[in-house]
């Protein structure tokens, strides 16, 4: 049976700067970082993952720059991305730093590879996005052959080939944990179980239910392609926020999160959040966990008792929150949150 492990996620939200032409908010915003994720590893968080993002709201564009960082602030914590935008990032490249980040850590990098949720990417390092899918599944392949053959031979049509040359240096064992991310595409499913690896399913609207199907059907195709069912992972991502109490915490996280949902929602469409819909979204069984350590609980069991979950990785650092009240989410979640599911899910059998 797999070992059951809780971390925590950020996409390193920052104010975008007054002058372009300099990086003082995301300075402070890459401080306050470390120190998120040394106060995870000094508490005993299992992992800790960063998105990368090509934007003037976030303050990480190189995830594995900022992992190789924390790997010599921290001692025994995983750092992983969350996620890499395969698609429009060179495999050679992402393996040679994500390797170097576990050589920094002693073993501790793992690499989450996804389409990404937005596209900036796409024009900045001249890749056409009408071959979105493409790139992912071919660049997927490459990866995973360099991950596993130091002198690879690959062929391909989104970049030059390789004929055994060396792709170096190596991680410690060689290969690096790679998962798949997605927000519940089938495709997504699929293709995880195809290549055999881990899943890690982003819940970030809609109700945890809705997600069960996508959850089985990784299984089956797990199952299909041969994979024992205990070496099947999943991996659930919530919004997650705790404070001291319910109203306490909804009350003072709620303006922070809705200029996040907002600003992402600009240009897609979407009618600004209203505290309604914030409330129904942090209702049981909604895709928001923010409230006391009891309510946070609960939350997260429910979502074990749905999904099974290997790995779960709540996102507590999130829009423009204040430094101090994610430090405080942080160490509610690594004290009290994390043991007390543990327990119940202990006694779930």
Same mark, same amino acid.
């Given at each position: 049976m797999n070992t059951i492990e809780f971390g925590l996620m950020t996409f390193a939200d920052m104010a975008p700067e007054s002058d372009l032409?300099?990086?003082? @908010? +995301?300075q402070k915003r890459l401080v306050d970082l470390m120190e998120e994720i040394t106060l995870a590893d000094?508490?005993?968080?299992?992992?800790?993952?960063?998105?990368? %993002?090509h934007r003037d709201d976030y303050a990480v564009s190189s995830p594995a720059t900022v992992l190789a960082a924390a790997a010599v602030l921290t001692k025994n914590i995983k750092l992983t991305s969350a996620v890499s935008v395969l698609s429009s990032e060179d495999p050679v490249r992402?393996?040679?730093?994500?390797?170097?980040?576990?050589?920094?850590?002693?073993?501790?990098? #793992?690499?989450? !590879?996804?389409?990404?949720?937005? &596209?900036?990417?796409?024009?900045?390092?001249?890749?056409?996005? #009408?071959k979105y899918h493409t790139l992912f599944e071919e660049k997927l392949d490459l990866l995973l052959k360099i991950n596993s053959e130091p002198f690879a031979t690959w062929k391909g049509t989104t970049r030059?080939? /390789?004929?055994?040359?060396?792709?170096? =240096?190596? +991680?410690?064992?060689g290969a690096l944990p790679v998962w798949i991310a997605a927000g519940g595409s089938p495709d997504s499913a699929v293709r995880a !179980? $195809? %290549?055999? /690896?881990?899943?890690?399913? !982003?819940?970030?609207?809609?109700?945890?239910? @809705?997600?069960? =199907?996508?959850i089985a059907h990784y299984r089956k195709h797990a199952l299909a392609e041969g994979l024992p069912q205990d070496q099947i992972q999943v991996g659930i991502n919530n919004h997650v926020f705790i404070g001291e109490s319910d109203q306490q915490i909804s009350d003072a996280f709620f303006p922070y999160y809705a200029q996040m949902m907002d600003r992402v929602g600009k240009d897609r469409g979407w009618m600004p959040m209203t505290r309604q819909q914030y409330d129904y979204m942090? +209702?049981?069984?909604? !895709? /928001?966990?923010?409230?006391?350590?009891? &309510?946070?609980?609960?939350?997260?069991v429910e979502e074990y008792r749905l999904f099974g979950f290997t790995r779960y990785l709540a996102q507590a650092s999130l829009g423009f929150v204040p430094h101090?009240?994610?430090? $405080?989410?942080i160490e509610l979640y690594a004290t009290e949150v994390v043991p007390r599911v543990r327990e119940a899910i202990a006694k779930l059998g």
């Open positions: 032409s300099k990086g003082l @908010n +995301a000094r508490l005993g968080v299992d992992v800790f993952g960063v998105g990368e %993002h992402l393996y040679q730093q994500f390797a170097t980040v576990d050589l920094l850590s002693g073993g501790r990098a #793992e690499i989450m !590879a996804g389409r990404g949720s937005f &596209t900036e990417s796409f024009p900045l390092f001249g890749y056409p996005i #009408e030059a080939s /390789l004929q055994g040359q060396g792709v170096f =240096p190596r +991680a410690v064992k !179980a $195809r %290549h055999r /690896l881990p899943l890690m399913l !982003a819940i970030i609207g809609g109700r945890a239910d @809705n997600f069960v =199907p996508f942090r +209702a049981p069984g909604g !895709a /928001l966990i923010v409230g006391s350590v009891d &309510t946070v609980v609960k939350r997260i101090e009240l994610t430090m $405080r989410s």
